[in-house]
């Protein structure tokens, strides 16, 4: 029986059934390619729309943006804790040794921290980081060799300057490797993925490197003619020198620096008292208060500044008492006993009464319809409040009264120019009185805002409104936030009167301890930098509510 011819035709498996492979010798030439899942046509379809633009090109990421905005604040929150816990570097600088770091500011500046006296706060720069120095403590070797050989207090502004530059160039290297250590290792933590760590720290480098470039353009040596003081610090504006030192001693910033290093080792020296404040001689000193409002706090604080800085003359711009009331006049007395000269003008709470009852008190004089005094080589005019408005039953009449008043103390004025004698200083309590006096006199001094406020006028009149004394008085205690008491001293030249530097004293208000001390010059008085100009004094400015 002939055999049935097999077909060479392999035959289906049946579905369901696997299909078995048999080992077998592997053919030259053949590659034996891995199995693959098999994917629908759809998929493959989806895969390549989502890698592919129409073009062949590959698309955009789905949201860039929002990748570039993530990448960015880590590499900001990293830099900021890496200089937080690595930032720092301590460096001696002088007689003392210090710490300094960088730290994120929206201001920038530099704070120098002098525990326990309090803190030194300079406009340095205007960048994203602040400068921070932390006076550790004074070496005894190295303050005892200055105190026992004086003559080298000659050579402390080199040595300070380089001890500077040296800490400086430290704290420069280890902020880069701060802020790159700190961004990669958020960048780990947030992406786990090193190239997105790597470019965090990358980015992280160039802000700190941007904000570097941004404190060099600004660098601003003068800042250290103006210094804020706070905490015991506030006690002792003699650190950086009078008014009239510097004005006509300022060389460069590294000199101000060495004198300041200087001056901190006496203080450390000294030990347990700050030194008393010494005024330049050929400086002549005015207190400006206003708006005391019954406030017995006031007394303390103007005897106490009296004395501190040898004041001259107290100009006192109203605004003294609350309601104007007989009841009220005792508590007036106090003005014959505060050691200066008192000049006051009536506010628009100080009756006509309380006018009377300061007129012809020891050391008072009392100023009113352009009256003009001399007192410590000082001429001043002022004029009267021509509003009596203790409370709100009183119908103000408003600014219009006030620039009549002004206008009676403008015409004054001219009468002293034309005969030859100018006045120095024109005093009104309303801040729209006072700038009737605009181009008449060099200043012009007001009060009546709670708050300050400095300006030139457009005739060249520097107009200086003060703050409350009293800090609003008894109304205080209403508000949700206490008022701060503020006073200022004027400095002005022996010969020419003319205004040389100002000290802008804070207090914190009922039941806050802050004291603050603020320096300012002039913008025709600021010495200029080697092959520069003189840069402008900024003006302080704050809100409050009109008394």
Not at 148 to 159: N, S, T, V, Y
Not at 348 to 354: F, K
Not at 355 to 370: A, C, M, N, S, W
Request: charged letters at 20%; a positive charge; glycine letters at 10%.
């Amino acid at each position: 029986m002939a055999r049935a011819a097999r077909s060479r035709t392999p035959h289906p498996d049946p579905p369901g059934r696997p299909r078995l492979r048999l080992p077998g010798p592997r053919l030259p030439g053949r590659r034996r390619h891995p199995a693959a899942p098999d994917r629908s046509g759809t998929e493959r379809d989806r895969t390549a729309t989502r890698r592919t633009a129409p073009g062949g090109t590959l698309a955009p990421p789905a949201h860039p943006y929002a990748r570039a905005l993530g990448l960015l604040a880590v590499s900001a929150l990293g830099a900021w804790l890496g200089l937080l816990v690595l930032g720092g570097v301590r460096a001696p600088v002088g007689p003392m040794d210090t710490s300094m770091a960088l730290r994120p500011s929206l201001a920038g500046g530099t704070r120098i921290t002098v525990p326990p006296l309090g803190d030194l706060e300079l406009d340095s720069h205007t960048a994203p980081v602040r400068l921070d120095v932390d006076v550790d403590r004074l070496d005894p070797a190295r303050s005892a060799e200055l105190v026992d050989h004086p003559e080298r207090f000659a050579g402390l502004q080199k040595q300070v300057t380089h001890d500077v530059l040296r800490g400086a160039a430290g704290l420069a290297a280890a902020s880069c490797a701060a802020v790159v250590s700190g961004a990669t290792a958020l960048g780990l933590v947030v992406y786990r993925r090193p190239r997105r760590a790597l470019a965090a720290g990358g980015l992280a480098l160039t802000l700190l490197t941007a904000s570097g470039a941004a404190a060099y353009a600004t660098w601003n040596p003068q800042s250290v003619l103006e210094p804020r003081f706070s905490g015991l610090l506030s006690s002792a504006p003699s650190v950086v020198g009078t008014a009239r030192s510097i004005v006509s001693e300022f060389d460069v910033y590294q000199k101000e620096l060495a004198r300041l290093v200087t001056n901190v080792s006496k203080l450390y020296d000294t030990a347990s008292t700050l030194p008393a404040y010494q005024p330049d001689p050929t400086t002549l000193r005015v207190l400006h208060v206003s708006d005391i409002h019954l406030n017995p706090a006031g007394w303390h604080l103007v005897a106490s500044l009296v004395k501190q800085y040898r004041i001259d003359v107290i100009i006192d711009t109203g605004d003294t008492m609350d309601h104007g009331s007989a009841a009220e006049n005792h508590f007036l007395d106090p003005v014959s006993t505060l050691g200066a000269p008192y000049v006051w003008v009536r506010g628009n709470h100080d009756s006509r009464g309380t006018q009377r009852y300061l007129t012809g008190r020891r050391h008072v004089t009392v100023l009113d319809d352009g009256q003009v005094t001399q007192v410590a080589g000082v001429r001043i005019a002022g004029v009267g409040d021509p509003q009596f408005t203790p409370d709100r039953t009183v119908a103000a009449a408003g600014d219009a009264a006030e620039r009549a008043a002004g206008t009676r103390l403008a015409g004054a004025l001219r009468t002293q120019r034309l005969a030859g004698t100018p006045v120095d200083i024109a005093l009104a309590h309303n801040p729209a009185a006072a700038a009737e006096a605009d181009g008449l006199v060099p200043l012009a001094l007001a009060g009546h805002l709670h708050h300050r406020e400095i300006s030139t006028l457009p005739r060249g009149t520097r107009l200086m409104v003060e703050g409350s004394t009293g800090g609003g008085g008894l109304r205080a205690v209403q508000n949700k936030q206490p008022a701060p008491v503020q006073a200022s001293v004027l400095y002005l030249d022996r010969t020419t009167r003319r205004l040389q530097a100002w000290d802008e004293i804070t207090l914190g208000g009922l039941g806050l301890t802050r004291a603050e001390v603020s320096r300012h010059l002039p913008r025709e008085n600021q010495p200029a930098a080697p092959g520069g100009t003189p840069s402008a004094s900024p003006s302080a400015t704050a809100s409050g509510t009109a008394g």
